[in-house]
DNA sequence: TATTGTTATACTCTATAACTATA
DNA sequence: TATAGTTATAGAGTATAACAATA
């Protein structure tokens, strides 16, 4: 198949599109909203970031994201400290609640798509990691 | 490669939630949002559905997706009819300002994908056209 | 002045539960 | 009774604009 398909983009798309769409109707019913796990995930990552460094890793304005910290915080899930070095600068850090609910929600967010995955071929695994290389590329350029 | 990372899950989930935040950050701002604006692509697609019909495609309840269709109505962009086959369904299809909306949509949020695939290898797009096939699978499974 | 962050307001999207109408 | 749809209510997530504090 030298030729592919001039469709990839709505092809890709519709696959992205359809996939999450399936991740959010897998994903349990916790306490927590898809926007305030993925910053508790990110915390877990990387220890303690600014209000600026969580809104752009995820792509919405400071404003929007200080009201998903706000709810955390109401939880109990993370903690606001100012930075020493810079008055005008908050670090959002987890709180051991809020650590255990990132490594829960990261083990059943994929328990459902591991379960797939186990049933491809080796080449088709192979297949989805490099694509999956591709698309954070495309993502992030 | 034969050994794909025992992380492909989380590696796969990782990268279509980061491409699927730059698709919410690229695109345009017109007055109807993802939801409403999905529901006009599947009519364009499919024709007029009914409600359930809808509902089941977008994995929402029938109530979320009423509400969806209720905003279209107000703004004119799809119509709501009575099923003569079936009083109790209501076929719901576009109007001609919904259509163009559809197609406008669709054309507008694929340019960027499409500017960014174009920078690929034919392998790398084969890659990805294949990836898209298996994701719509595991998708719908 | 520029940067960092917060809050008020408003909108989309979604779910649940109670309800009506039709089969 | 079962199915199809609507509405009321509530909550998450987001944006914009106005604002305060710090650099």
Redesign the pocket.
């Known amino acids: 198949m030298r030729e592919t398909s001039h469709e990839l983009g709505a092809d890709l798309q519709a696959a992205v599109a359809r996939i999450y769409s399936r991740f959010r109707?897998e994903r349990s019913?916790g306490e927590?909203?898809?926007?305030?796990?993925g910053v508790l995930i990110a915390l877990a990552k990387s220890g303690a970031l600014?209000?600026?460094e969580l809104s752009e890793r995820?792509?919405?304005?400071?404003?929007?994201m200080?009201?998903?910290?706000?709810?955390l915080v109401a939880g109990g899930y993370v903690e606001?400290d100012r930075?020493p070095a810079?008055?005008?600068?908050?670090l959002i850090g987890a709180t051991p609640a809020g650590a255990e609910i990132a490594a829960a929600a990261r083990a059943h967010r994929r328990s459902w798509l591991d379960a797939r995955l186990a049933e491809l071929t080796p080449a088709e695994r192979a297949t989805l990691a490099e694509a999956s290389a591709l698309i954070r590329r495309i993502a992030d350029s």
């Open positions: 109707s019913d927590l909203g898809d926007a305030a796990v600014t209000l600026t995820a792509r919405v304005t400071t404003g929007s200080s009201q998903t910290v706000n709810r606001r930075d810079d008055g005008r600068r908050m």
